[in-house]
């Protein structure tokens, strides 16, 4: 099921345009949609682009943003989520794709996810153009009834049968 998604992503979506992608390292023991064969692709055929991945900031209760690159050293959260280990951030208005973790979505294009309203905060933060797909191994629900003022929704959701857009 991960290929079809990865292979209807690089189908789907030009790149044209794209300069840096903010990708999610996934929580294995949540069976989130891996992201490893994304960032080899994007390694392997689209060299010029560059890449982040967030870290989480725990005192300020935020993300952080880092470029990295096939030498970085990447380090596992007390989460179990590989993060880097670097200190040059980066503005998520720098970002112009992201590729965004979830739980759940529904047909409005708003997620549920395990990150306690870190992705909300930091989407809010990113260009309005800025591409937002999220990555679901399963169909979108109708509706998720608790949804807040801040929640930011999603332009795009890959599952493994369907590309599900939202206006």
């Known amino acids: 099921m991960s290929g079809k998604i990865v292979d209807r992503f690089f189908d789907a979506f030009s790149l044209d345009a794209i300069q840096l992608v903010h990708i999610y390292s996934p929580i294995r023991k949540f069976n989130e949609v891996p992201t490893e064969p994304f960032l080899e692709r994007f390694r392997r055929d689209y060299k010029r682009i560059r890449i982040a991945f967030p870290r989480v900031n725990r005192a300020a209760a935020k993300l952080e943003h880092l470029v990295v690159d096939e030498h970085s050293k990447m380090i596992s959260s007390s989460w179990g989520i590989s993060e880097p280990a670097g200190s040059d951030l980066i503005e998520p208005a720098m970002i112009d794709l992201v590729i965004v973790p979830l739980l759940a979505f529904d047909l409005r294009g ?47 959701c890959i599952t493994p049968n369907e590309i599900v857009s939202f206006p």
Do not use: M, Q
Request: glycine share 8%; net charge negative.
């Open 110 to 156: 708003f997620r549920v996810g395990y990150g306690k309203g870190f992705y909300d905060e930091f989407l809010s933060k990113c260009r309005p153009n800025c591409l937002k797909i999220g990555l679901s191994f399963f169909p979108p629900v109708d509706e998720i009834s608790d949804i807040y003022e801040n929640d930011v929704s999603l332009d795009h």
